[in-house]
């Protein structure tokens, strides 16, 4: 049998398989997947380095399914390969009998692939539309760092190419002329609801694939040679050096070799009883008119990746801030007494760089203001900074990447323009990736930018993920507000520590020292500031400062309160109830961003305790304006420490302070 017969028969077979799997399950999307029969072949069965026992291998070359839906046509190819699935170290290989159970609670096929439910094969969790292509950049950059000749395969549906964060994968492939990418284009001309735009089509995808500076081949994604042809002049391209990306765009059919499955409508909707009867004698038709009687897998083989011996580099200590700054001359500013918590960011990311290897810093064009330049101005860190430019949603997909890599990325924006990327960090976090975001600029005390350039959603966004626990146990991700300099640089090297998501937020103002060496931060912990007996008040990050003026005036007033710098959530409920307790159960929450985020997560826990508490909260009730500095932005949005201190007075019935 010729190598076009083997592949059409096994592309035949594997389009069986998700015609009944998906048919068994109720729901799937088989037409798509049969759109990607021979192209899965000739990758799995043919091009791909890999070890199908061992589906991670470092060196194996690895596949990212951005149209994530499609992934039946994965799973047929893993079952009949035996490929390896399970969670943890028990691994077992796929079987027949398991794509019987696509879709089911206790299955390891889900609706849409997720590595963490126990299908290793993929690094990332896909399925939301427009994400695959970053994260193979991401993977792309990590093996250019380890000095891996790997290559990174990626399809890509043709109504998912009009998401713009494909162009800014594409556009930070070429940037960083990562060859070893292969975006694949299935272009099969239906999205969900009808035919893709003309501005989908294989003939305009490609013309901006070549307007982008990519090495574009155009095949008939159903013709076996074509396909083969075009895999081994990226494999050639990729493994000689060339650092002219390549992008292949394949035409195809959506339910191929099925008539009676093709067109609209089919979307989502696997065929059954007598409509299955008819597409499964249809594909064997079309297998009759292809292919020999006797079908033969001869012509088809996988080839192992290299032998790859990860090197080992030990992680170095990590000075205290006082001592780095030192070293960086920064001894002035260090005596000055104040310092941004967005610039102890940095100086703590440049401490992390050092330390370890595995440390990357990810930016989206304003590293001048978050600080990671000085991270990327460092010879030696230079080659694990990426600028991602103005492209948030890339940059967060390319760092689940390097984190599938064995990297720990840290991205960092302005926290406003971080809501761009909220999808894409939900699914980082659904993908159990080891992913660090730091938003600087973050709450009312940019000032005279505008609201355009404050983050105030987002303690509500992220505070929701500290409500619910990951795929290792922990929470989702860590939401932290650093009061200070001290504060900042600490929680910088505690989310290094952490495996798992985080969020910190920095601020612009530089700000008093309120802590010093001696002070350990750690996930999860708050600390007392001050202890009263008459009421609780809870804030953290900028407001930290703004309600230790206001304790001046309360103590004037004869109001002895506690101070609790609530840095982490989520925080210990029971340790800062019992504080709430011993100042009458009263508590006033401080917050400079909109509501559902501190104040929510202090009265929830005192409603899950069941205890009497009277609870206040102060934060951002109105879209702010410019102001000129921040003591008139606190003014115009009633946060100033004079509203604070009339408000702690009034929940003790003192008149005025």
Sequence with gaps: MSFEAAVHAKAIQLDRTCLEMCANAGSGHPTTAMSLGHITTVL??????????????????????????AVPIIYAAMADLGGAVGKGSERRPLTSDDLQHF????????????????????????GSLGQGLSVAAGLAIAARRDGISKRIY??????????????????????????????????????????????????????????????????????????RTALTTHAEMADGGGDTPMAVVAKTVKGWGAPSVQGGGWHGKPPAGERLDQALEELNATGVSLTSALSSDEQLRIYPPVEFEPATTPEGETPSLAAAMEQWDMGLLLKSGKLA?????????????????????????????????????????????????????????????????GKIPFCASFGKFITRAYDQIEMAINSGANIKVVGSHCGISLAADGPSQMALPDVAWFRSFTTMRDHYGNPGCYLLQPADAYAAYGLTLAMAEHHGACYMRTARPDVEFIYDENTVFNLGKFEVLTEGRDLLIVTAGYMVHECNKALD???????????????????????????????GGNVLVIEDNYGGGLGSAVADAAVESGDAFTIEQLYVKRIPKSARDEEAILKQCGLHHSDIARAAAGMLGVVSV
Excluded at 108 to 123: A, Q, S, T, V
Aim: glycine share 8%; aromatic share 8%.
């Design 553 to 583: 005036a309360l103590d004037r007033a004869g109001i002895d309160a506690s101070l609790v710098d609530l840095y982490s959530i989520p925080f210990d409920a029971d340790a800062l109830l019992d504080l709430a307790n011993q100042n």
């Design 154 to 227: 990626c399809l890509i549906g043709d109504g998912e190419a009009r998401e713009g964060q494909i162009t800014e994968a594409l556009d930070l492939i070429i940037d960083y002329k990562l060859s070893s990418v292969l975006p694949i284009f299935n272009c099969n001309h239906y999205g969900q609801a009808d035919q893709v735009s003309e501005q989908q089509s294989p003939e305009r995808i490609a013309k901006r694939l070549e307007a982008l500076g990519f090495d574009v081949t155009v095949i008939d994604g159903h013709d076996p040679d074509a396909i």
């Design 103 to 126: 879709r089911e609670n206790d299955s390891y096929l889900d609706g849409h692939p997720n590595p963490m439910e126990g299908f290793p094969f993929f690094d990332a969790a896909t």
């Design 44 to 69: 799995l069965y043919n091009t791909m380095r890999w070890l199908p026992d061992h589906p991670g291998y470092p060196s194996s070359d690895r596949l990212v399914l951005s149209e994530g839906h």
């Design 341 to 405: 918590t967005r610039k102890a960011f940095g100086i703590g990311l440049r401490v992390l760089g050092h330390s370890s290897e595995r440390v990357f810093a990810l930016d989206a064009d304003v590293r001048n203001s978050t600080f990671t330049e000085w991270f990327a101005q460092d010879k030696d860190l230079a080659d694990r900074f990426v600028e991602c430019k103005i492209g948030e949603q890339n940059m967060v997909s390319a760092a689940a990447g390097l984190s599938a890599a």
